[in-house]
């Protein structure tokens, strides 16, 4: 007798609904996220929309929703590509080929067209993968925080550049690892006792078998000489850790085999069984810390990634304002030039005409030559260096120079330096305690000290010996027909005591479910493991005990070291602020007195000239004198231009000394990390440059990401 169709149907039916109550059970263990609330200040919801960019910002740290595609976390999410065109505020400052930029409009669009920045915020969304993969059991990869400071031109650090600073070139760092030069370093941060997937894993063998084996045994009666085997197969298994320390393994198997040998009592016969099997780490694995030691630190690099991109926001508007007063430096220095330029053009026309009456000797005349050529000479310096500050503020305010309109555009600053009457006294502890308070490098290594305790922990924990408590439960069943060569003529079956060399069936002496003589359907077969039939079930105790824990000794020590070296580069961090500090309050001091010094010089050189200038029209001086005297003030007014830059820098550098750049310019992080300016920054001590003002200036909008 052979199972009907209904019954192979019914038995996979069962297997399948077996399975996906165990996914659903999985899938339970956490809630799918809920949708983040809007976000939107006042003040940006007074600003007109910003069209939106192909990149949107999304928490990766959440799995995809399996509900309703319950295929979605099997496939992969296509991140967009980046953009690359620059945002339409640039469009916006142009006027008649000339980009009229104040120092507010060149943060703002650092803020949307940067690429350090663009680079950087990638960071956000890579520590986020980090936690998600964190969650699921798995080890963490790690998250770039270094600074990028590849926009060429704008040195950070104060004056020269010396403290903390770069002009080009990439400093990188990794959240949750350490790198070396001399082979590969790797840090403990991390290590620890194993972990069970938190995610469920469900496997499954589905299989069908056919055998074919030629008979050697006398007693072995087949037809032909070849015993045929039919096995079909359908396991399927359930696995899954928790953050105690518990995990659960499940497994359910069936067999349904079909022979045509004469020795085999059921044909065919059905094999079902489950077993749930729960262990608890009692040891090395017990607790939240050293399961969910991962995800903690994940969230903290995720934290010090956050830190990090504002470190890279202030390093970048660092960088845009010493471009920016580079900028300024070199149009003004054109100025100077040129008006030097133009008064030696009309001395020497001037003295052509004197020489001519007879007034001057010829000498006078190549005197004013001389005295032209050297003003052309620094006029074309000073030009081609403002050519190359207009170029490095377009680099660094765009994403692309690919428009051959921007990249002819000259760059007009509209913004011109304007010092305080009297210089505010602040007492030096007090900037250092602000510095302290706002640096985000001391933050960064005040979470990495977290996560490094965290860690200590784990490895702690790791040395312990491996002591698991276990405990399953399980069943089984048996079904199928009783093989018809083994069946009584009086049921119908060719066996009779003289026919049979093996006996006939005996249903008394048979498994319980065939006692009655007829078949068992799979129906039965699990009925028979719910009923526990044939139960299967224990407790025990399994020890692991590694002689002399060598290795873990050493990661555990290794974790105390770095933990305390980690401590000392607080220390030693927080006393370089402190100098920086110090520093910075000494270059403002410094390039205040140093711009009070140019301006009185540049005031006794003007004062100069014009005497000297009186003294030509009376008779009493020479045009050389007066040549001498035009020289003597453009270089007064070089210099003052120049410590007005440094003066204008040195603040920059005191405000970046501080941890207060963002704060003093009004920058808003979250405009920063969407590239998206809602809000004006707005640059203390400046002012606006009214010579240089557009006819027809126009209203820069926000632009998108």
């Known amino acids: 007798m052979t199972l009907s169709c209904s019954n192979f149907a019914g038995r996979y039916i069962a297997a399948i609904a077996l399975t996906s109550l165990l996914t659903v059970f999985g899938w339970a263990q956490e809630a799918p996220p809920a949708a983040p609330p809007a976000q939107q200040t006042a003040a940006a919801a007074a600003l007109p929309a910003a069209p939106q960019s192909p990149y ?65 915020r990638y960071n956000l969304n890579i520590a986020d993968t980090d936690i998600l993969r964190a969650r699921a059991g798995a080890n963490i990869l790690g998250v770039n925080t270094g600074i990028v400071q590849n926009t060429p031109g704008g040195g950070v650090g104060g004056l020269n ?25 790797s840090s403990t941060l991390g290590i620890g006792s194993p972990i069970t997937s938190f995610d469920p894993i469900i496997t499954s063998t589905l299989q069908m078998d056919r055998n074919n084996v030629e008979s050697t045994s006398l007693f072995t009666e087949v037809p032909n000489g070849i015993a045929n085997t039919n096995t079909g197969t359908a396991n399927f298994s359930y696995l899954q850790g928790f953050h105690s320390g518990t995990n659960l393994a499940l497994g359910f198997n069936n067999t349904h085999v079909t022979s045509n040998n004469e020795t085999v009592t059921y044909t065919p016969a059905l094999s079902s069984g489950f077993q749930v099997r729960v262990t608890q780490q009692l040891l090395q694995g017990l607790g939240f810390v050293p399961n969910t030691r991962f995800i903690r630190i994940a969230k903290n690099n995720r934290e010090i990634s956050d830190v990090a991109f504002r470190l890279q926001v202030i390093t970048t508007v660092d960088q845009i304002e010493n471009l920016y007063w580079n900028l300024v430096y070199a149009f003004e220095n054109v100025r100077v030039q040129q008006e030097a330029l133009a008064f030696a053009q009309r001395t020497l026309e001037d003295n052509k005409v004197q020489v001519k009456v007879g007034t001057l000797p010829p000498i006078q005349v190549v005197n004013a030559q ?28 765009s994403r692309s120079l690919e428009d051959p309109v921007l990249a002819g555009a000259e760059v007009v600053p509209t913004s011109t330096m304007q010092l305080p009457e009297h210089e505010p006294v602040v007492p030096t502890q007090d900037l250092i305690n602000d510095a302290l308070s706002h640096r985000a490098e001391l933050a960064e290594s005040r979470i990495d000290l977290n996560s490094r305790q965290i860690n200590n922990k784990a490895v702690r924990n790791a040395m312990l010996p491996t002591l698991d408590l276990y405990a399953y439960y399980g069943g089984s069943g048996i079904g199928g027909d009783v093989n018809p060569t083994l069946v009584p003529t009086s049921l119908g079956g060719p066996c009779t005591t003289q026919t049979s060399r093996f006996g006939c069936f005996n249903p008394t002496a048979a498994a319980p479910p065939f006692r009655n003589g007829g078949s068992v359907s799979y129906a039965g077969t699990l009925n028979q493991m719910v009923t526990s039939v044939a139960p299967d079930k224990g407790v025990g105790l399994s020890l692991n005990i590694p002689i002399l824990n060598r290795a873990a000794q050493a990661d555990q020590v290794r974790a105390q070291l770095e933990y305390r070296q980690a401590q000392v580069r607080l220390q030693q961090l927080e006393n370089q602020v402190r100098i920086e500090v110090r520093n910075a309050q000494f270059d403002v001091q410094q390039n205040r007195a140093s711009v009070d010094a140019a301006q009185a010089a540049a005031d006794f050189a003007r004062q100069t000239l014009d005497a ?89 909008h926000p632009q998108g990401y």
């Open 56 to 120: 949107v910002y999304r928490d990766y740290s959440r799995a995809r929703a399996q509900f309703p595609n319950i295929i979605a976390p099997y496939k992969p999410e296509e991140v967009p590509p980046s953009n690359l065109n620059n945002t339409a505020r640039v469009d916006s400052l142009m006027h008649d080929g000339r980009i009229y930029l104040s120092i507010n409009d060149a943060i703002a669009l650092a803020l949307e067209n940067n690429l350090d920045l663009v680079l950087a």
């Open 161 to 185: 550049g010396t403290v903390g600073s770069g002009t080009g070139g990439t400093s990188v760092a990794a959240g949750g690892v350490g790198t070396g030069t001399n082979g590969l370093v």
């Open 370 to 397: 001389s005295t032209v050529s050297n003003d052309q000479e620094a006029l074309i310096l000073a030009q081609t260096n403002l050519q190359l500050q207009e170029l490095l503020m377009k680099n660094a305010l």
């Open 612 to 700: 000297e200038q009186k003294k030509l029209a009376a008779g009493v001086s020479s045009s050389t004198a007066v040549l001498q005297d035009q020289a003597a003030l453009t270089a007064a007014e070089s210099n003052l231009v120049s410590a007005k830059a440094a003066y204008e820098k040195a603040e920059v550098e005191l405000d970046r000394a501080t941890g207060l750049l963002l704060d003093h310019a009004g920058i808003v992080m979250a405009d920063a990390q969407s590239g998206n300016v809602t809000h004006a920054p707005s640059v203390p001590y400046v002012a606006p440059r009214q010579e240089v003002q557009p006819a027809a200036p126009q209203t820069s």
